[in-house]
């Protein structure tokens, strides 16, 4: 019933959610925000007037779909209603580490396109490389190096032009949103590995002479998939970390999912403000 419901709802927005940034789903039921200043490093957002999700679907009730196996991805579609229209939120996402093809892993985004979304923003956990960057902060996703080894596409001739995946119209409102509530929004190119081992501080100074700004392993194959669906993409990175070889600390998924719940509530008011 809860599946049907979803279909005919018809929402032409959809958020995926990475690592640990579950908690925006519930930001978006509310309906009044306090101002933290995102630039320091605590800051909690009040909210008033709790609205529920319409609906809350598991992945696993979606033929196709399976939930993700990695801590921080809750794996359920949420329906929530924003400026009085439907937006789906996915919590969690697949990956190809969990011993998937890239066909699988963006079986999401094939749902969601059929049952009537036209765009789509994609967020994720990433290490930053470029100093520029800091922790806890999130970067836009201006495009990106696909290093995983496969495509959503194979399986035939399925050329589709990737010069721009990422929406530079969408780009735009984003970081005219940033402005207005004060929120530091990077941009960069993300570079997409395969994990599920971070990379080596070899790897990182390779990335970097790339041209890579920050690293994840997620994203790119769902950003594939989209375009070649027609849909409009953006992309976030929230910066969980350093990556590997440009500070002291070992790299730890824990650390990844803590620093996450507070970046969520930054990403949030920027969803908020341009969804």
């Known amino acids: 019933m809860s599946l049907t419901a979803l279909q005919n709802a018809r929402p032409e927005t959809a958020i995926v959610l990475g690592s640990g940034l579950g908690a925006v789903a519930e930001a978006f039921g509310t309906k009044e925000w306090g101002s933290p200043d995102p630039r320091e490093g605590g800051g909690q957002l009040r909210s008033r007037e709790a609205n529920p999700p319409l609906l809350e679907v598991p992945y696993a009730d979606v033929p196709g779909l399976s939930a993700s196996t990695v801590p921080g991805h809750a794996g359920r579609f949420v329906l929530v209603r924003h400026h009085d229209k439907p937006v789906l ?3 969690g996402r697949r990956h190809l580490y969990e011993g998937l093809s890239a066909a699988e892993v963006t079986a999401g985004i094939r749902f969601m396109y059929e049952i009537g979304v036209k765009r789509i ?22 495009d990106h190096l696909n290093l995983q080894g496969t495509t959503p596409l194979l399986g035939g001739p399925n050329f589709h032009d990737m010069s721009e995946v990422y929406s530079r119209p969408w780009a735009e409102r984003f970081h005219a949103a940033a402005v207005e509530i004060g929120l530091k929004l990077h941009a960069g190119v993300y570079a997409a590995l395969l994990g599920p081992q971070y990379e080596t501080p070899a790897e990182i100074r390779m990335l970097r002479t790339l041209g890579a700004d920050a690293v994840g392993m997620s994203t790119v194959p769902e950003a594939i998939q989209a375009r070649a669906l027609g849909m409009e993409v953006a992309g976030i990175s929230m910066l969980t970390n350093w990556a590997a070889g440009l500070r002291p600390q070992t790299l730890h998924h824990a650390e990844v999912v803590e620093v996450g719940k507070t970046a969520s509530l930054y990403l949030a008011r920027l969803l908020k403000a341009v969804v």
Do not use: D, F, K, P
């Open 89 to 91: 939120i996915a919590q």
């Open 121 to 142: 923003v994609l967020t994720n956990a990433a290490g930053a490389i470029h100093e520029s960057l800091h922790v806890g902060g999130l970067m836009l996703i201006t």
